[in-house]
């Protein structure tokens, strides 16, 4: 192009982020926690100021929140500017008018926070046209009510919504269910103006003073001693329940929509994660030998274990319900899937099984974090403006930036940190031989995932053949011991060891499978309680210098799956930098750093 158009999406709340894109293609895409070192951090400034190594000039700062910049940004001393496009500006990014703190240039699209959800998915996917399908925490806040009489006004929040979407930037919200911590009278099946999400028509509406699908899932979170956004967690403790006929319905079976939960069994405080109404129901209290015999470890009360199993398999079948939805209003059998609730492996697995004789074709988002919505919002503005109608099927991950190593970048990196740690030459096999004697090896190369999985890319890498993996990785990584752990696989040998319900591949890390009989005793380290496995299959064109590596241990133990966790401790993030990478290593008992590109090995001496 004559006049190349540089576009850079953020997302402000939890899981911030940047994508930057240049005349469409992205140029990088990174959550802000990768730059500032703090676990789901908000406020991209680190992730802004990393564009100017590709730009200095935007034309377009496209944002993503829950709510508008207006009502929730902080501003900037005198200038009055809102905190992202003052940096911007002061970055030189942008030009702004002082005087009026406004410029065309900010685009504000922070309301639509579901919409930016169903963007990333659908221009990531294969398809032409699809209907997206969101489960989230809470997405943006709509007004209700009469604005002319503030005392009349609710606030409700996005909790499930139904999308159509097509080229080059049509997507018409057909269905939504939000709620309000608030009571709320006469709500159902009702129809709102699309006018707030720069729509004509309506929309089919569920007003509700009761959480969805993924508000019940944060609430066993809590219950089970966690953060409401740390439900990971849950999905790795359910196979250690049981069904159990104490627990209640969690989902109310006579609502008009699936996902509504129970009100006795949970107390909704939206748009913040909600509880377990325990006082309500007794049998959800341990008895006073549990509590001891726990020793206040929460995770061992089995009560907790099957509210965790109670949550995954009611949570995955309302999901179900949602998607058979979306496909009746439209009559589309493409479907994607975006929303806190998309990183849920083991459901994702869940609807290949339930929805196979149906006809369906289904794409999850890998990126279904908020840290999606700076890309949704990124590529959005971009079909929209230009209405550029090119399918792009964005597959890859390896989106971080580009920091272009040298040898000396490194040893600079080492001298700076601690004079004792060694670099020297290694091969494929010197790493493949370390792993096969019980060393933990960590592996740094080129650009970093975005989203929340490991690719290899910066990666853990063990033996997943020793039967004590598990706990010993745990351990090293300070992990809980239910945490299961993920392989990589060549993906020519799958199909041999896992059942992909008719998939050909899964990437991105995002289904939980059941291994083939046998596969279990081959490789314990990396099957889960249940059976399953997070896999991530690998090819020689996704990823040449891993692929290599793990061609390279299947030749010495005929095995073609290592053993792969993401490169950090426990509550810290992915590592980002190789500075990061090398201080991961001196805080903690993993002693090598594989660097493939440069046959180099990093060892950090184990006191």
Request: glycine share 8%; charged share 25%.
């Amino acid at each position: 192009m004559e006049n190349d158009i540089w576009i850079a999406g953020i997302s402000r709340g939890h899981n911030a982020g940047v994508c930057l894109l240049k005349n469409g293609e992205i140029v990088f895409s990174i959550e802000e926690e990768r730059l500032s070192r703090r676990k789901y951090d908000g406020g991209p400034y680190a992730a802004i100021v990393k564009i100017l190594d590709y730009t200095d000039k935007l034309d377009y700062l496209v944002i993503a929140h829950t709510q508008s910049l207006d009502s929730t940004a902080g501003r900037v001393d005198f200038s009055a500017d809102d905190v992202y496009t003052g940096l911007c500006r002061k970055l030189g990014l942008i030009d702004q008018n002082i005087q009026t703190a406004k410029h065309p240039q900010v685009i504000d699209l922070s309301i639509m926070h579901h919409k930016l959800h169903a963007s990333a998915a659908f221009y990531r996917s294969p398809f032409d046209k699809a209907v997206a399908v969101i489960a989230d925490g809470a997405g943006s806040i709509v007004p209700m009510g009469d604005p002319a009489n503030p005392n009349n006004m609710m606030g409700f929040w996005e909790y499930e919504t139904i999308v159509d979407c097509s080229y080059p930037s049509v997507f018409k919200t057909l269905y939504k269910h939000m709620g309000s911590r608030e009571p709320v009278v006469g709500g159902s099946g009702i129809k709102l103006p699309a006018e707030i999400f720069g729509e004509e028509g309506e929309y089919e509406a569920i007003l509700s003073d009761r959480g969805g699908i993924t508000k019940a899932y944060e609430a066993t979170t809590s219950f089970c001693g966690w953060a409401p956004i740390e439900a990971g967690k849950t999905m790795g403790l359910f196979p250690y329940g049981n069904a159990n006929p104490d627990i209640p319905e969690l989902y109310d079976q006579s609502a008009p929509a699936p996902g509504i939960f129970n009100r006795n069994v949970f107390i909704p405080n939206t748009p913040n994660g909600a509880f377990v109404n325990d006082g309500f129901y007794p049998q959800l209290q341990p008895r006073k030998e549990e509590w001891d015999a726990a020793d206040g470890d929460l995770t061992k009360l089995q009560i907790r274990r099957d509210m965790a199993y109670a949550v995954q398999k009611q949570s995955s079948q309302e999901m179900i319900k949602l998607i058979r939805k979306a496909v009746d209003m439209t009559g589309e059998k493409n479907v994607v899937v975006s929303g806190g609730y998309g990183l849920n492996c083991v459901a994702n697995y869940e609807y290949l099984e339930e929805l196979k004789d149906e006809g369906i074709n289904l794409y999850v988002e890998p990126i279904s974090n908020d840290a999606g919505t700076a890309m949704g919002a990124a590529l959005m503005y971009w079909h929209g403006r230009t209405e550029d109608e090119t399918n792009r099927d964005l597959t890859t991950l390896y989106l971080g930036p580009d920091y272009k190593y040298t040898i000396d970048d490194i040893q600079t990196a080492i001298d700076k940190i601690d004079s004792n740690i060694t670099m020297s030459d290694a091969t494929d096999k010197d790493v493949v031989n370390l792993m096969t004697d019980k060393n933990i090896v960590t592996i740094f190369q080129g650009r970093s995932e975005n989203g929340p999985r490991a690719l290899g890319n910066r990666s853990i890498l063990f033996d997943p053949t020793f039967e004590d993996g598990k706990d010993y990785v745990n351990e090293v990584k300070k992990r809980e011991y239910f945490r299961p752990f993920a392989g990589s696989i060549l993906a020519e040998d799958v199909h041999d060891w896992f059942d992909l319900r008719g998939m050909d591949e899964t990437p991105h890390m995002m289904y939980a499978v059941n291994c083939k009989p046998g596969v279990e005793e081959k490789i314990p380290s990396i099957i889960h309680i249940d059976g399953t496995c997070r896999i991530q299959t690998v090819t020689e064109e996704q990823n040449p210098l891993y692929h290599r590596l793990i061609k390279e241990f299947k030749e010495k133990t005929g095995v073609p799956i290592v053993f792969n966790t993401s490169f950090n401790l426990g509550g810290d993030p992915l590592v980002e930098t190789i500075d990061d990478a090398i201080h991961t290593l001196v805080n903690s008992d993993i002693e090598y750093l594989y660097l493939p590109e440069h046959g180099k090995l990093i060892k950090v001496p184990n006191e």
